[in-house]
């Protein structure tokens, strides 16, 4: 016989027995390894194909299955066939980290090991302190604890175990059941209560049913990374319909602008709006310059920006090219326009309208080719009323204005931004946390925002080095804002009144104005009423200052 026929019969002969074996022990046990042994005994684990590894890593065997073992591929259809999909969730038991808290070592011993044989990751203590040194480092996710234990009792365990970790799961098992005990215990925010001696079906279609949220929540997660990354625009985060339209206006004027101005409270993402710019614009590959013009003198700021000869002021040792000469071909980004001088918005207005700079102390003229984007918080329209800011010079860079929102306006990119920041500061400090609880989230959403973006992600961050569990919860937060929480929840009900319409007004109008800082252009655009109007009504208010500060007091 041809040797080679030989050889592939010997297999074959083998596998059929192998396959049985391996339907046997999974049909009557669940249980993979007495058939992964017996596979690996008879012929060598790498010898199968890999369709056929891979369905009896994955997949269960409904029935003894007899196979047809000639020619091999033959054999690898039909045992596909035979397998079922191994259900998820025996799969998904090994995500789901179990404590078991017992002052009886023999029963948590018991426990541990028929849960252990069901597939779940077990750790076992009869020292509540322990337990809930697991539960404070995460290394469990569920504790199945006695309600009665000497030094700290059940209910006292799950109440500190949640302060630790509010996504907790704590089982409370007794040998007293009442069900008054069991409201309460659930009311205090156990998962379960059971009896002993344990019904080990139900412990275990109440771990499953967790191992299922678990999973699914999981999942969930996955998701939204997902959707994160596909909410960011060039880094920034962002759903709102508000900022929807910066994007969608960034894109449009990207490959057009020379000069473009970003308005927009402090903090609010003007930086990341200028670096999107750039990124997208047919300049993206040269450089891209910063300067903060609120951070320098005049005198600097010129050297900074145009560059100087060697001599031209003291300490001027070395002749230097400025940030335009640098970003020659790219761009160059003005942060805080609204704080430089009005001989210095003069020098910037010569640069903007022929593209011309001159080192401090030299008379030669050069030419540059740079984008140009400025930014501020200030209300430009105002400062131009007010005489200090050049109308030239305004118009010149308002051609093309984007206004970033401030948060307040916003309030629908705060979970996505708080999502953000949370997996960004997780993984700076090494902590993977899962989310904020409802609580903090409430907190969170109930916050002005004064500092808009930047005050979310200091917040964040903050809490990140502070937390301890999965989830930041309300005590991570800074003092401020918990103070918030307390003020809002005992004064909400008093803040109300029945006050005449008139009276709402003024206190509306009065609240704005403080919030635009008594710049009344401002508010009347806050308002969406034109200048005259708000005067009308300023003028109609009696004391409108006092009432204002006595109402939210
Ligand atoms: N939409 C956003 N998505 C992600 N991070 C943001 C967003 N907006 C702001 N940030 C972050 O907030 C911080 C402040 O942003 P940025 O410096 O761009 O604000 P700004 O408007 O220029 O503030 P300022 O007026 O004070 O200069 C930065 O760390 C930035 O990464
Ligand atoms: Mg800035």
Not at 309 to 335: I, K, M, Q, W
Not at 463 to 468: H, P
Request: proline letters at 5%; charged letters at 25%; hydrophobic letters at 40%.
């Amino acid at each position: 016989m041809n040797p080679e026929l030989t050889r592939r019969c010997r297999i074959g002969t083998r596998l059929v027995g192998m396959v049985r074996a391996f339907a046997v022990g999974r049909t009557r046990r669940l249980c993979r390894a007495p058939a992964q042994v017996a596979v690996k005994r008879r012929i060598g684990w790498n010898y199968l194909p890999r369709e056929i590894r891979t369905a009896l890593q994955t997949k269960i065997a409904t029935s003894p299955i007899v196979v047809p073992l000639w020619p091999l591929p033959c054999l690898c259809v039909l045992t596909m066939s035979v397998l079922q999909e191994r259900p998820l969730l025996e799969l998904s038991r090994k995500n789901l980290s179990i404590c078991i808290l017992d002052d009886e070592a023999d029963l948590v011993e018991l426990t541990s090991r028929r849960l252990e044989q069901a597939g779940f990751p077990v750790s076992g203590t009869t020292s509540t302190q322990e337990a809930l040194q697991k539960v404070r480092s995460g290394s469990c996710r569920v504790v199945v604890a006695d309600l009665k234990m000497p030094g700290m009792d059940g209910l006292a365990f799950l109440e500190k175990a949640l302060q630790c970790d509010p996504g907790m799961y704590v089982i409370l098992v007794t040998g007293f059941y009442a069900v008054d005990t069991a409201i309460e215990a659930i009311k205090h925010g156990a998962y379960d209560y059971l009896c002993k001696p344990i019904d080990y079906t139900r412990l275990l279609k109440t771990l499953d049913d967790l191992t299922d949220s678990f999973t699914r929540g999981l999942q969930i997660r996955d998701l939204e990374d997902k959707l994160l990354d596909n909410l960011l625009f060039h880094g920034i985060v962002g759903r709102s319909p508000a900022m929807l339209e910066v994007f969608d206006l960034a894109k449009k004027i990207a490959r057009h602008y020379t000069n473009a101005l970003i308005t927009g409270p402090t903090g609010s993402g003007k930086e990341l709006v200028a670096h999107a710019l750039h990124q997208m614009s047919p300049v993206s590959q040269e450089r891209f310059a910063v300067c903060n013009c609120s951070a320098l003198v005049d005198t600097l700021l010129e050297s900074q920006l145009f560059g100087h000869v060697r001599g031209s002021f003291t300490g001027a040792t070395e002749t230097r090219p400025g940030l335009f000469e640098y970003a020659n071909g790219g761009t160059v980004f003005l942060d805080e326009i609204g704080e430089t001088s009005l001989q210095m918005q003069a020098k910037l207005l010569r640069v903007i309208q022929n593209r011309e700079i001159q080192r401090v102390g030299s008379p030669e003229v050069k030419k540059v080719e740079v984008r140009l984007i400025a930014a501020t918080n200030r209300d430009l329209r105002a400062e131009v009323l007010a005489g200090r800011f050049r109308e030239d010079l305004f118009y010149r860079l308002s051609s093309i204005e984007l206004r970033v929102p401030g948060l307040a306006e916003r309030p629908g990119d705060i979970p996505i931004l708080v999502q953000h920041f949370v997996k960004k500061y997780g993984e700076t400090y090494g902590k993977p946390f899962q989310g904020l609880t409802r609580r903090a989230h409430i907190v969170l959403l109930q916050h002005d925002w004064p500092g808009n973006v930047r005050e979310l992600e200091n917040v964040i961050a903050s809490a990140a080095i502070t937390a301890n569990s999965d989830f930041i919860d309300v005590g991570d937060l800074p003092e401020h804002l918990q103070r918030s929480r307390r003020h809002t929840s005992s004064s909400a009900a008093a803040v109300w009144s029945p006050l005449p319409l008139d009276e709402v007004r003024s206190v509306h109008i009065q609240r704005v104005l403080e919030m635009c800082n008594g710049n009344r252009v401002r508010t009347a655009q806050v308002l969406g009423i034109g200048r005259t109007s708000l005067y009308r009504f300023l003028k109609r208010s009696d004391k409108p200052a006092s009432v204002a500060v006595r109402r939210s007091a």
